[in-house]
C-alpha cells in the first residue's frame, strides 16, 4: 500500500489549489481516505473524510474550519480523492497528508489510519 500527496505549494489568500493523493498497489474504493493537516508546532488536525466506492455513497465529512471551503472527491479510474481546496487562509498553511483505513466507517481519529502519504507542503502568504 502505497499513497502519494501532491500538489501544494505557495499561493495568496483567497486562493486555491488541489491536491491529490494517488494510491498504488491497491485500490483506494475500499478504504476511508482521510486529509489531514500538520502545521509548524501545531498537532495534526484532521479536515475531510470519504468513504470508500463500496459504501455506494461518496459521503464525506468536513472539519469545522474547513466547511464550505474544501471539497473532497475521487476519481475511480485514476485511483486517486482529490481534495479541492478555496478561498485560503493563512491558517491553512501546513503540510498536508493523506491517510487511508480499511472499512467504510469514516473515523476523524489519524491514529487509526495505517496509510499515509508523504505530504505536501501549502503556504499560505501574500
Known amino acids: 500500500v502505497q499513497l502519494q500527496a501532491f500538489g501544494g505549494g505557495l499561493v495568496q489568500p483567497g486562493g486555491s489549489l488541489r491536491l491529490s493523493c494517488v494510491g498504488s498497489g491497491f485500490s483506494l474504493d475500499s478504504y476511508v481516505l482521510g486529509w489531514f493537516r500538520q502545521a509548524p508546532g501545531k498537532e495534526r488536525e484532521g479536515v475531510s473524510w470519504i468513504r470508500g466506492l463500496n459504501s455506494y455513497t461518496n459521503y464525506a465529512e468536513y472539519a469545522d474550519a474547513v466547511k464550505g471551503r474544501f471539497t473532497i472527491s475521487r476519481d475511480k479510474a485514476k485511483n486517486t480523492v482529490y481534495l479541492q481546496i478555496k478561498s485560503l487562509k493563512p491558517e491553512d498553511t501546513a503540510v498536508y497528508y493523506c491517510?487511508?483505513?480499511?472499512?467504510?466507517?469514516?473515523?476523524?481519529?489519524?491514529?487509526?489510519?495505517?496509510?499515509w502519504g508523504q505530504g505536501t507542503q501549502v503556504t499560505v502568504s501574500s
Open positions: 491517510a487511508v483505513q480499511p472499512g467504510n466507517v469514516i473515523s476523524r481519529n489519524g491514529n487509526r489510519y495505517p496509510y
